[in-house]
């Protein structure tokens, strides 16, 4: 059994900064990508971050420059540092990680509960 459980949303006003965390637990073998999405209303999911185990990462064009993500190995965790926030960031942020676990036999998807991120102008 996996969880993930994401903290750090919040209300926040346009140009102002909040930071995700993530962490992973369970019967956790390896870890391999670990990431964000987020899904706003009445729109789909979308990828915002992803990090390999080995640090390489990707942004979704929207947040280049404004949020970095990071992980720490050792405490199964991911991070999100969001920076100059504007209304359209607004949205329900999932954590997302694949995860290989001791009764898996190979990397499977975890999702967490998401965690509410509110902009205002």
């Known amino acids: 059994q996996v969880q993930l459980v994401e903290s750090g949303g919040g209300l926040v006003q346009a140009g102002g900064s909040l930071s995700l965390s993530c962490a992973a637990s369970?019967?956790?073998?390896?870890?391999?990508?670990m990431g964000w999405y987020r899904q706003a209303p009445g729109k789909q999911r979308e990828l915002v971050a992803v990090?390999?185990?080995?640090?390489?990462?990707t942004y979704v064009d929207s947040v280049k420059g404004r949020y970095t993500i990071s992980r720490d190995n050792a405490k199964n965790m991911v991070h999100l540092q969001m920076n100059s926030l504007k209304p359209e960031d607004t949205a329900v942020y999932y954590c997302?990680?694949?995860?290989?676990?001791?009764?898996?036999?190979?990397?499977?998807?975890?999702w967490g509960q998401g965690t509410l991120v509110t902009v205002s102008s």
């Open positions: 997302k990680a694949d995860i290989w676990t001791y009764a898996s036999g190979r990397y499977l998807e975890h």
């Open positions: 369970g019967s956790i073998f390896s870890i391999n990508v």
């Open positions: 990090i390999g185990s080995g640090g390489r990462t």
